[in-house]
């Protein structure tokens, strides 16, 4: 039973004495351990936080880089087709020009050897003409030694010139 | 910075001057009771397990045997500290001295009773004991309603325990430690914990996330301190109980009945309309039923602390005893030296039994620390807790 009863003197100090270390405990060690505890805890929480801020704006910048790369890319791309396109377009109407220049030196050059030739040719008719005559001649002086001849010819040539 | 040295150095000063006092009333203690007791050597194994158990008037640390009486019995020389007494005598008033004084003053103390000098039941006649007291229940019952005291003068004991002094103990190492802890934040302010700081900060932690937290809700930081200084308390004082030369605080009713008589005031301060609602007038059941909760929740209100004082009073005597049990047990067989042999036999499967019970009651202490912080948590908590009332719609 002794082991068991309470006694008035103990239990009055127990009640004291632990009232007393709490508060003095409260006041000195758990009140500064624990705002300690409570303000780093708070330290790393910002922390974090300011890390995943800084996180995601890299990420912000990361995806608008990508996306001027993006257009720089396509901008590239329109103005090489377009490069491409005005130098087919260069090199067409370069080749039509040429083709037209070449067809009109080609109708001219044509033009001219026909004009040449018909020169040619009525120098040739012209030459031949006056061979004609000079033969004409030396055979009609031929002919013409005597008078019948001479008449003949007269003849002859009235003759041709009714068929011409 | 300087206000916080002289701070520092007065509590070491005061430090040092209790250290000093101890050693002074040690040695009052040495000269007071030199020579006083004449003793069998023989060990009473109840007498011995007793004395440890139970709390005392003084801090008895060790008694060495000094030579032969007249009567043929050992002399024996008695290494105590003194404790402070204080008595609330009816005739004399308050009265204040150190127990080494206690016969001059008047006073002596039988199986941790204490009494006017000469008052003390013989040891004899404490075996006859019930019939004693069967004989003042029936003297008082006759005399209806007169107060009876065979002793005299009415005497209040508020002396100074050893259990009581110890509690002192065991504030003062509390602050050491944690104001050095606390010390520790402010000097390492942004770095890591470091040496006891860090030993102490993952419990400080466990106390507060899993303990206060968990259970108390918006009032958890409120509660941190009270639950830290219960944890840290009674696990100091359960180790404190395990080394030699020292009470066992927290097998002490009066003890465990103060700290939970706090928590029950901490209860009761916190309860809501809801929970006494709960307590006189159960919602959702028939009317009969009301009043039989009545009755369970009443006795559930007042079973709650009484367990709480009770289970940490039980796990920690409980401990002792099995310690000193199994030390006398070399005492019991061994016919206190008449059979020696018996004794050294059981010496070593004593000894290996009392580590072995050691090692659990270096958990349970920590483990007694835990249970009574947490359900002082879950006590209040639930003291705290407001319902939803659903559940009264649906009968």
Not at chain 1, 77 to 105: G, H, P, Q, W, Y
Request: hydrophobic fraction near 50%; charged fraction near 20%.
């Amino acid at each position: 039973m002794e082991v068991i009863m309470p006694k008035l003197g103990l239990f009055v100090w127990a009640l004291v004495i632990f009232l007393i270390f709490f508060f003095l405990l409260k006041k000195f060690a758990w009140k500064p351990i624990l705002e300690a505890l409570k303000k780093r805890e708070e330290g790393i929480e910002n922390s974090l936080q300011e890390a995943q801020k800084a996180r995601d704006e890299m990420q912000n910048l990361k995806s608008e880089n990508e996306k001027i790369l993006r257009e720089a890319r396509a901008e590239r791309e329109v103005i090489l087709k377009e490069a491409r396109e005005m130098k087919e377009s260069m090199i067409n109407e370069a080749r039509t020009e040429a083709k037209e220049e070449a067809d009109r030196i080609m109708a001219q050059t044509r033009d001219e050897i026909q004009s040449e030739k018909m020169r040619a040719i009525t120098e040739i008719k012209n030459q031949v003409g006056m061979l004609s005559l000079q033969i004409a001649e030396k055979l009609l002086r031929k002919e013409l030694a005597d008078k019948d001849q001479k008449q003949a010819v007269v003849d002859q040539m009235i003759d041709d010139l009714h068929l011409n | 910075m300087g206000h916080k040295n002289t701070f520092k150095n007065m509590f070491k000063a005061a430090l040092t001057a209790a250290a000093f006092f101890l050693l002074l009333f040690a040695n009052t203690g040495l000269r007071a009771n030199h020579a006083e007791h004449c003793e069998n050597p023989d060990v009473k194994p109840s007498n011995e397990v007793m004395h440890h158990i139970t709390d005392n008037h003084n801090w008895h640390i060790a008694s060495f045997p000094v030579g032969k009486c007249e009567s043929g019995e050992t002399e024996y020389f008695h290494l105590e500290i003194p404790l402070p007494w204080l008595i609330y005598n009816s005739e004399k008033g308050i009265q204040f001295f150190m127990s080494s004084a206690a016969h001059e003053n008047g006073y002596e103390i039988a199986e941790g009773e204490l009494y006017l000098l000469g008052q003390a039941p013989e040891e004899e006649a404490n075996h006859g004991g019930p019939e004693v007291l069967e004989a003042i229940e029936e003297a008082a019952e006759e005399h209806a309603g007169v107060e009876v005291e065979p002793h005299g003068p009415t005497i209040l004991d508020f002396s100074l325990t050893r259990t009581s002094f110890q509690m002192i103990l065991i504030g003062l190492v509390l602050l050491l430690i944690f104001m050095a802890v606390a010390k520790g934040y402010k000097k390492n302010e942004d770095h890591a914990p470091k040496g006891i700081q860090s030993f102490m900060e993952p419990i400080v932690m466990f106390v507060r996330d899993d303990i206060a937290r968990v259970y108390l809700g918006k009032k958890a930081d409120k509660y941190t301190p009270y639950l830290l200084t219960l944890f840290f308390f009674i696990w100091f004082s359960n180790l404190l109980g395990l080394t030699p030369f020292n009470s066992n605080i927290a097998g002490s009713t009066s003890v465990t009945i103060a700290l939970a008589l706090i928590t029950f005031i901490l209860i009761l301060a916190n309860s809501t309309k809801d929970f006494w609602l709960h307590i006189f007038w159960f919602p959702g059941v028939p009317v009969p039923i009301k009043f039989l909760m009545m009755i369970v929740e009443m006795i559930g209100l007042i079973v709650k602390p009484t367990a709480l004082a009770i289970r940490l009073f039980a796990n920690i005597t409980a401990g002792h005893f099995m310690v000193l049990s199994l030390i006398s047990l070399i005492f019991i067989l061994g016919k206190n030296g008449a059979v020696p042999a018996a004794g050294w036999g059981t010496a070593p499967v004593a000894v290996a039994f009392t580590t072995a019970i050691f090692a659990l009651e270096m958990i349970v202490a920590i483990i007694q620390a835990y249970v009574f912080a947490l359900l002082t948590a879950v006590f209040i908590g639930q003291a705290m807790e407001t319902h939803d009332h659903d559940h009264d719609d649906h009968h």
